[in-house]
């Protein structure tokens, strides 16, 4: 535990805590809004559709190699 001699040094970590805090505040904010826009259905289709191209891709390029 911190002993403090005077006040300033109180005043300075408490507005050292607030800053802090404020900080940790806004990142969760931004962290829930990243959240919120992962959950769109859009993104989840333009997911899927990467997913579908990546593995028809794969597919179409097996289907060629062993049809030789």
Do not use: H
């Amino acid at each position: 535990m911190k002993t403090y001699t005077n006040f300033d040094d109180i005043d300075n970590d408490l507005k050292r805590f607030k800053l802090e805090r404020d900080i940790a505040w806004e990142e969760l904010k931004l962290v829930k809004a990243d959240f919120k826009e992962d959950l769109q259905p859009l993104n989840w289709l333009s997911t899927a559709l990467k997913l579908t191209g990546k593995y028809s891709f794969i597919a179409i390029i097996r289907k060629w190699l062993f049809k030789k």
